[in-house]
């Protein structure tokens, strides 16, 4: 569970603040608890999680990413960001079950960036800082947590890259884009009564996990105008009983995966004991999607929210 809290992250929001002013370095901002220090924009980037990919490439910042490890699946992004990607070496894709990156500490700080992206197990932001190198790390992955996020995570996460990498301006912009995306998306949904869960099944048997209030998929389904039955749960991610889900019985369900194939995805669910007495399954109102399109809240998370209206319009 503790695993899947932290990594059923793929990438994880917030509690990422910035303390400098007018793209002037050197640029200290706060992540986790600890302020961290920049003399001027980052140019060697490793990546280790996908989430940040959006923002650096709204940002114009995306070719300072020398380095990148884990899993990049391409529907995450258009053409033009996916042969970016490709085009970056890659320093191994070794990922467990639930999406977490398998890399040392020692392979990282070899290759001497002078920003890493997120920490998978293993890797510390102290065993880097003591050899000069700084991290960033989702908010949500945040040992002491972040609370409820909210869509003005995923403006703040922009504003805190744009004083990093010194392009508050077009971060500026980027935000404005994508609140009027969101803001769009919101009234169009206006007048929905449907319920829905956002849901992590687990491919192959096992665990069930639900998404709270304390996760992306709550203001998102309250944004595409569905009622989240999990909504008095003040959690990010908990395991769920299949008696659970069909008492609450949502109209619709949203599947959360890592990486592969939806369908064994969908089968998951389906082959859940008693499934069929769910509204969802009986009326085939599902949709599978990749993990970063609901978390952690980043610009992807907007695309999400497309997906999931798309998909359950109002009606």
């Given amino acids: 569970m503790a695993l899947l809290a932290a990594a059923c992250g793929g990438d994880g929001p917030a509690a990422s603040t910035g303390t400098a002013g007018g793209g002037h370095y050197p ?10 220090t ?38 995450y992004y258009d053409d033009e960001t996916d042969a970016a990607i490709e085009a970056v070496p ?27 992206l997120g920490l998978p197990d293993g890797i510390t932001r102290e065993g880097l800082a003591d050899v000069g190198i700084a991290s960033l790390v989702q908010p949500v992955m945040c ?10 995570d995923i403006y703040a996460q922009v504003d805190l890259y744009g004083r990093i ?27 929905q009564q ?4 956002v849901l992590f099944p687990t491919v192959g048997g096992g665990s069930t996990y639900a998404y709270g209030n304390h996760s ?10 569905l009622a989240n039955v999990f909504a008095d749960a ?44 769910m509204t969802a399954v009986r009326n085939g109102d599902i949709l599978v999607q990749l993990f970063n399109f609901t978390e952690p809240p980043t610009p992807l998370s907007v695309d999400g929210l497309a997906r999931i209206t798309e998909r359950f319009g109002p009606g």
């Fill in 27 to 36: 640029v200290t901002v706060e992540n986790c608890g600890a302020e961290v």
């Fill in 90 to 116: 890659s320093l191994g894709d070794d990922v467990d079950e639930t999406g977490h990156l398998r890399i040392s500490e020692e392979v990282v700080i070899n290759e001497q960036p002078d920003l890493v």
């Fill in 143 to 152: 040992p002491e947590g972040a609370g409820a996020t909210r869509f003005d």
């Fill in 165 to 191: 990498f010194g392009r508050e301006a077009r971060a500026a912009d980027y935000v404005a884009e994508l609140r009027d995306r969101v803001e769009k998306i919101r009234a169009e949904a206006d007048g």
């Fill in 234 to 277: 003040d959690e990010r991610v908990f395991e769920v009983s299949t008696e659970t889900l069909i008492q609450k019985d949502p109209d619709v369900l949203v599947l959360l995966h890592v990486d592969g194939e939806p369908g064994p995805v969908e089968e998951a669910v389906l082959n859940l004991p008693g499934a069929g007495a």
């Fill in 38 to 75: 920049f003399e001027a924009p980052p140019e060697r980037v490793i990546l280790l999680k996908s989430a940040p990919v959006p923002i650096l490439r709204g940002l114009g910042v995306l070719d300072s990413v020398v380095l990148r490890a884990g899993a990049f699946p391409p529907e």
């Fill in 216 to 225: 992306m998929a709550h203001p998102q389904l309250e944004a595409a105008g």
């Fill in 194 to 197: 449907r319920t829905a869960a």
